[in-house]
């Protein structure tokens, strides 16, 4: 590296480009979509904290997946909120490394958590007379423990990654928060090996879990369809599919992110995705289990 380079400090997040009226009407609508996304996870995390009813491994694990979906919004919408209403759009380069780190950890754990969910399924209608067995509460917890800290591990190899370029320019980041390949782009030196990295991670968390999550559901439907009773077919389909609309939106939109070609999604494609996974898919999470499960109405209306 030259010793004439300036080394970065601080980048700006240029965010959404549009005019001034449409930017306050978007912090409403953010701001209404955020509320909601936290709202409705909170009240599935209280749920099954406070009713005994719920609590049980198919449960436990929603409440991860609630904890994570508020986690993930909130580490990415507060700042896009701000700077929507703010002319300095400016982020510190520290908490921008940060801010790729934290959305690193949370998405992956996601996926694993999904995951782990479908299991869980599987063993529940596949192998209903030894679920209590499989799935004990220690099996839980080690499923559980092993998604947070897998992820939180590879995201800091990502972070590594990032850690050992130099960084001297553009001072500009395209996008409404500090994701990892357009921070890729203000390093001054060559990202082979972040880009490959970040590629073999995609098929590991990404395609691989995707594989075992169609596994599983592919023997759910053929255990479904032994099933004679046809309540007992419906409730299958009912909690199943429900599932499957979690794992369709989330996996779906990651894939065609990373590993799509580069030339298939320009720019303010990217910015429409991360908002699908900044606010649809956390807000839909909750939506979709409490309308589709009867447990969770129940418990909401003896809650209520």
Known sequence: MGGNQTWITEVTLLGFQVDPALEFFLFGLFSLLYTLTLLGNGVILGLICLEPRLHNPMYFFLSHLAIVDMSYASTNVPKMLANLVNQKRTISFVPCIMQTFLYLAFAATECLILVVMSYDRYVAICHPLRYTVIMSWRVCMVLAISSWVFSLFLALVHLVLILRLPFCGPHEINHFFCEILSVLKLACADTWLNQVVIF??????????LCLVL??????????LRIRSG????????????????????????????????????EERQK??????????????????????????????RAL
């Open 231 to 266: 309540e007992g077919r419906r409730k299958a389909f009912s909690t199943c599919s429900s599932h499957l609309c979690v794992v369709g939106l989330f996996f779906g939109s990651a894939i065609v992110m990373y590993m799509a070609p580069t030339s298939h999604h320009p």
């Open 215 to 224: 596994v599983s559901y592919s023997r759910i439907l053929v255990s479904i």
């Open 200 to 209: 073999a991670a995609s098929v590991f968390i990404l395609v691989g879990p």
């Open 272 to 301: 429409i995705l991360f908002l699908f996974y900044s606010f649809v898919n956390p807000m839909l999470n909750p939506l979709i289990y409490s309308l589709r499960n009867t447990e969770v109405k129940g418990a909401l209306r």
